[in-house]
């Protein structure tokens, strides 16, 4: 029997609202050691580019709660439910009636690759398009010095009111073929910047004896967790070792940092990237993989 909902659009202005709306997430990332609204979705639900919405059970189990909550727009939707109440066809419910409204190609993640995410998927016609793998590795004590880049190349920390445009211009090089990163704007940059985790130091930029900026290595550091948030080196200098020197000084940054431990996110199918982070010793983590559904043409 389909559970029957309430769906409705909570005031993330809210405190009240928005404790109950991304307590389903927090609830869920306890369950599924992974997060259920990742960082973009929450930019975007902080920003207003993306709508809340929750589902509240009507009648029998879970009478009057939240059961379910989906960041919705953009063409993305991200979907969970709370772990008290999996199994009783919530998921199911509320997806019918997230896509009841929701027009055009939709793209949804399931963080972790979680079995009833992909059985949703196959049963609302949701097709998988992209693998993006988590991988972890130790960080030795002993690890090289941040200054080890080959010359004529430098190493410094990015400039805050001064690297901006030039960051973007570079990311926009180097991961031209990306569907996200790639399209970050100086907005969205800065967005991250605003991040209480951000520490401009912890961005660590290569350039060349013009002083031409031509990679980067950004760091998170949050929580008592570290990862590479982002790496990428123009791609007119590939073959050269730069990826290699900046993952080193990378650790080298986190080591003085106190960090023992750092993960990544990379595409599943991005060969290249893989061979340099599993020859640094990086291994599999987690898996989080993206489903699409294309838009259904209108009648006439």
């Given at each position: 029997?389909?559970a ?8 993330l ?105 992909a ?35 430098t ?8 690297d ?34 951000f ?60 960090a ?16 340099l ?18 838009g ?5």
């Open positions: 029997m389909t029957s909902l309430r769906l409705s659009v909570p005031d202005a809210d405190p009240q609202q928005r404790e109950a709306f991304f307590g389903v997430a927090a609830a869920a990332s306890e369950e599924d050691g992974a997060d259920a609204f990742n960082e973009q979705a929450r930019l975007d639900l902080h920003a207003g580019r993306r709508s809340p919405v929750v589902a509240t059970a009507t009648g029998g189990a879970g009478d009057g709660r939240i059961v379910a909550a989906a960041a919705l727009g953009r063409g993305e939707l991200d979907l969970v439910v709370d772990p008290l109440f999996r199994g009783l066809g919530f998921g199911e419910a509320m997806l019918d009636g997230v896509l009841a409204t929701a027009k055009g190609t939709l793209s949804a993640w399931s963080h972790g690759d979680h079995p009833a995410a059985r949703l998927a196959e049963r609302f016609g949701f097709e998988p398009v992209r693998r993006l793998l988590r991988l972890t590795a130790p960080i030795a004590p002993d690890v090289a010095s941040a200054d080890e880049v080959p010359a004529p190349f190493l410094s920390a990015f400039r805050p009111g001064v901006e445009e030039e960051w973007v211009e570079l990311n926009a090089t180097v991961f031209s073929s990306h569907p996200e990163q790639g399209s970050l704007t100086v907005a969205d940059l800065r967005d991250r910047m605003a991040e209480p985790w520490d401009a130091a912890d961005l660590l930029v290569l350039r060349d004896g013009d002083g031409r900026m031509v990679g980067f290595d950004w760091l998170k550091v949050e929580g008592g967790a570290a990862e590479v948030y982002v790496l990428g080196v123009d791609p007119r200098l590939a073959g050269r070792g730069l990826g290699r020197s900046l993952l080193r000084a990378g650790f080298a940054r986190l080591s003085d940092r106190g023992d431990r750092v993960d990544l996110y990379v595409e599943g199918d991005n060969t290249t990237a893989l061979a982070y599993r020859s640094a010793g990086f291994m599999d983590d987690t898996v989080d993989v993206q489903y699409r559904r294309e259904r043409a209108q009648a006439t």
